[in-house]
């Protein structure tokens, strides 16, 4: 794992306009870099990420399962109980998954170590399955790198093929796309996925999750009045879980991508879950709730909310003392605690892996870098190649 420095692309802005690329640049701020890449071997993608990945999300799973049979557990992950049933329905009758991001710490030559699993709302969907592998392209193209330099990268494929089989699965419904209307990523993301489907032979929708309506017959309708039946939404399960239409949810009966089991999978109160049911894994930290026994073992440790998203309100603490800390919104439903360890360092830059599934298959990888310790909305993402 090296990074190195290169020449951008001449005009990639305007191409990246062409090709609905509108936030490479966010507040003034480069969110998309590619005055630099890093760079991994064949070896190191196979073993130490891709494996690792398929290890780390068959855990989570066995995780999930132990969740929906105790209410303990349930309790734990701050689901309200109204919804216990619901969940494990889902679970039980095992509604399918589009896509998710475990995100590591890893070096190059450690074993990598699972930070969390974004298994609901991840973002840098687009960038990753197609804008990186279009730098790539280019780069061969100008004899920057050899034809036969690769990227391990197929999630554009993999999610048309996954809503090719999704499709199979359905009558010839529509399939509705939604976000919030504040984000212009967001909008992106789901843009890209709505085109994936698309190419899949899907008919879809778009509707703003704030222009959803209420039926009189208790169903779910966009600004057509058209009933939503099949719908992906970028919009987090634990807010959707406690708003005021949540009650009308279940009798609502979308099909939800990602369903409603996914809210276990991408809280924080999996990783102390996880220690639990796979002590001293080597690709997990150690990890606990307010008041475990183990807590007062860890001297240096992060301390995240349940419910946090990208990097808001985390906490790097040694021997007593805070030392980093980002801002956000989360908090009030509790924290869970985990082992510190550093990302690697490159040129004063901490470097975060992202590793993409499709239907329960590792897909690909993202790499994202911040001058400080913790990876927020806008750390910089850096393309990525595989030399052997």
Same mark, same amino acid.
């Given at each position: ?22 936030? %490479? ?23 130490? !990420? ?6 780390? %999300? ?42 998710? +991001? ?37 780069? !061969? ?28 699965? +359905? ?70 879980? +406690? ?73 790097? %603490? ?54 400080? +310790? ?9 393309? %990525?190649?595989?030399?052997?």
């Amino acid at each position: 794992m090296q990074r190195f420095q290169t020449q951008e692309r001449p005009g990639w802005r305007e191409r990246a306009r062409e090709f609905g690329f509108q936030f %490479h640049t966010m507040y003034g701020e480069p969110y998309w870099d590619e005055s630099i890449y890093y760079q991994f071997s064949l070896r190191q993608i196979e073993d130490d !990420i891709e494996d690792v990945t398929e290890a780390l %999300h068959e855990m989570c799973l066995a995780a999930v399962e132990k969740v929906v049979k105790d209410e303990y557990w349930m309790q734990r992950f701050c689901i309200p109980e109204r919804h216990w049933d619901w969940l494990r329905d889902s679970w039980l009758q095992r509604e399918p998954s589009l896509y998710s +991001r475990l995100d590591l710490a890893y070096n190059g030559y450690g074993p990598a170590k699972l930070l969390e699993n974004n298994a609901d709302t991840p973002t840098s969907l687009y960038e990753s399955g197609f804008w990186q592998w279009l730098w790539l392209e280019d780069k !061969i193209q100008q004899g920057e790198f050899n034809a036969d330099t690769d990227q391990f990268n197929s999630l554009q494929d993999q999610l048309v093929e996954r809503f090719r089989c999704l499709q199979q699965k +359905r009558s010839e419904q529509i399939l509705h796309f939604s976000c919030c209307k504040d984000s212009v990523e967001d909008r992106g993301t789901v843009q890209y996925l709505e085109d994936c489907a698309s190419e899949a032979g899907i008919e879809t929708q778009f509707v703003f999750i704030e222009d959803i309506g209420l039926g009189e017959n208790g169903l779910f309708t966009d600004m057509n009045d058209q009933v939503i039946a099949w719908m992906f939404k970028l919009y987090p399960w634990e807010f959707m879980l +406690r708003e005021e239409f949540s009650e009308h949810l279940e009798p609502a009966a979308v099909s939800w991508l990602e369903p409603p089991w996914k809210a276990l999978l991408s809280n924080k109160a999996l990783l102390p879950l996880l220690w639990q049911l796979f002590p001293n894994h080597p690709n997990l930290l150690p990890a606990y709730f307010e008041g475990d026994k183990g807590l007062a073992e860890l001297n240096h440790f992060v301390k995240k909310p349940i419910f946090a998203r990208e990097g808001a309100n985390i906490s790097i %603490h040694k021997d007593g003392e805070e030392v980093e800390a980002s801002a956000g919104p989360y908090g009030e439903e509790g924290f869970v605690y985990q082992a510190y360890t550093p990302l690697p360092e490159f040129d004063g830059q901490h470097t975060l892996v992202g590793s993409w599934l499709v239907n329960d298959r590792p897909a690909g990888i993202s790499v994202r870098e911040d001058r400080q +310790r913790i990876t927020q909305d806008l750390s910089r993402y850096i393309p %990525h190649v595989i030399v052997d």
